[in-house]
Structure formats: C-alpha cells, structure tokens
C-alpha cells in the first residue's frame, strides 16, 4: 500500500539512493555490493563559492563490495567512490575498509563497525552502508539454508525457524506463526486491567 498523498504542496529537496545487489561465486562464498547515492533537486555552492553543484549531480556515490563465506565472516572487503563532497580527502580511507575482513555479519557487528570507524576513523556514509549488510546477507542465504535445514532434518520440526521473534509480524503470540509456524505459537498473555 503506497503512502497517502501529501496534504499540502511540497518542493522535493534531497534523494537518497541505496541498492544491494548479491551473488553467489564460483567458489562457494557470496558478494553483498552495496551502493549508496545522495543529489541534490537544487543548485548550490561549493568549494568556497567558487564552483557550483548542479541538482541531480551526486553528491555521495559510495560503493562496497563485501565477500562472506558461509559462517557470514567477511573474507573480503572493498570500497570505492565515484562521487565525494571533498575529493581525495573523502576518498583516502577507503582502503581502511579492507579491515572489515574476520568481521562477521551475525555476531555485534554494527558496534563492531561503529567501534572501528566511528567519528574521523571512517566515512560516516560508508560505515552507514555497511549497516545493511548482515539484513541482506540473510535475506541472501535464506533459500541455501532453508535446504540445508531440510537436508539435514527431514521431518524434524523440533529446531524453531531462526527467524521467528525476529519481527513484528513472525512474533510467537501472533497470527503469522499461528497459521504458518503452529509448533511454535504461543497464545498472547492477558493483558492486567
């Protein structure tokens, strides 16, 4: 269901751009490249007055590539930019990315990431890509999981679906589970009046 319209007129003024994009390698591990892009719908000054950025012209053009293995630990890790507000200055700590490698996807790693390259030891817009990453890296594993499960437990329904409680929706007390998952619903608790 889209939003509703807006009740009053409006100008647009910023756009950010976020898309991931996986694929399973070759060799059995996963790429997660990650892209962020943020414009302008308006002319502004840059550089001291002395230049202009043009609305639609990015601003930010970041861009990662992580490589997981199958326990979500990063063997690889890559950072680029096509765009940055401040040249060379902005660019220069991309290689420090490189040191998201033995980091792992599933285990504290958004205080792990933020403890690393917080405040002027990184990229506020890249660390803040690197966010998204453990959501996608499960979203890309889901189906090879899901059959690793069947394979290794054909008709064992005693391991609850890792991704219950995980949402709103898949809570044990509501109707998604007890339709979908009944093993593992739970009746909501009465509320204290």
């Known amino acids: 269901m889209p939003l509703p319209p807006p009740e009053l007129p409006r100008e647009p003024l910023h756009t950010r751009s976020i898309r991931v994009n996986t694929y399973v390698r070759e060799d059995g591990q996963w790429d997660l490249e990650a892209e962020l892009i943020d414009f302008k719908a308006y002319d502004f000054p840059i550089m001291g007055g002395t230049a202009t950025r043009y609305a639609g012209d990015p601003i930010h053009h970041m861009l990662m590539r992580v490589t997981i293995n199958d326990q979500f630990t990063i063997t690889g890790a890559v950072a680029g930019y096509d765009a ?93 589970v007890q339709e979908i998952y009944p093993t593992w619903y739970a009746a909501p608790k009465a509320k204290h009046e």
């Open 84 to 176: 940055a507000p401040y040249g060379e200055n902005c660019t220069a700590i991309a290689p420090d990315y490189q040191d998201m490698v033995g980091m792992n996807l599933l285990r504290n790693f958004r205080q792990v990431v933020k403890d690393r390259y917080g405040r002027t030891a990184g990229c506020s817009h890249m660390t803040e890509l690197s966010y998204l990453l453990p959501t996608v890296a499960i979203q890309t594993m889901a189906n090879q999981r899901r059959k690793e499960r069947e394979a290794a437990s054909v008709g064992d329904k005693t391991r609850r679906p890792f991704q219950l409680e995980g949402c709103h929706a898949l809570r044990l007390d509501g109707p998604v």
